[in-house]
């Protein structure tokens, strides 16, 4: 028995030690040493600062589109774990109900797999979030494995209409990201407003 449970251990660090180097870099935060498997806090507010058109966010009212670059890894934060160089909620992404989106995934992170989907969380993910889009589409191909997701250098793009007006989020499936904060605001409004917002 006691050779059983050494050989788990063993492996369990194995694999935290291949899903990206450890433990995201710390904040300025000091939240204490509860761990990082710790019960998240609750989510922070959607960001509610001006209606901005970044260059990688393009919308044709007339069309009914909206296309977008989403990078993941685009920086250090969070261990690389970030979309367009923001996590936990720090951006809310506001899209037209009734109009055809087209996110383009690109990973820039050296050595992760990354995914993306659009949830109906919004906040307290799990370690392994079930990988069930809020629309048909919306959400990468195997969106939970750390060697078939759109690996390092990769682009995959998605196509979905977002029919429901309310509240969602844009999350990384491989499992832990969006617990420890690869998450952003993804709302999808009634009396068409559009835009980002951070």
């Not at 690109?106 to 809020?134: K, R």
């Amino acid at each position: 028995m006691k050779k059983i449970f050494t050989l788990v251990s063993v492996l369990a660090s194995t694999a935290l030690i291949a899903c990206g180097g450890g433990e995201p870099a710390q904040t300025s935060d000091s939240a204490g040493s509860a761990g990082a498997m710790a019960a998240p806090a609750a989510a922070p507010p959607p960001a509610m600062g001006e209606m901005t058109m970044p260059s990688w966010f393009q919308v044709d009212n007339e069309a009914r589109t909206v296309s977008m670059t989403i990078t993941a890894g685009s920086t250090t934060e969070n261990n690389y774990w970030n979309f367009n160089g923001v996590t936990k909620g720090a951006m809310t992404i506001t899209v037209p109900e009734g109009y055809t989106v087209t996110v383009e995934l690109v990973n820039n992170d050296p050595i992760m797999a990354h995914s993306l989907g659009i949830s109906t969380e919004t906040s307290s993910f799990s370690g392994v979030p079930e990988p069930v889009p809020a629309f048909p589409g919306a959400i990468t191909e195997n969106p939970t494995s750390m060697v078939d997701a759109t690996m390092p250098g990769e682009t995959e793009s998605i196509q979905f209409i977002v029919n429901q007006a309310g509240n969602y989020s844009m999350i990384c499936y491989t499992p832990g990201h969006a617990l420890t904060g690869m998450w952003v605001y993804f709302n999808v409004s009634a009396d068409g407003s559009v835009g980002v917002q951070q």
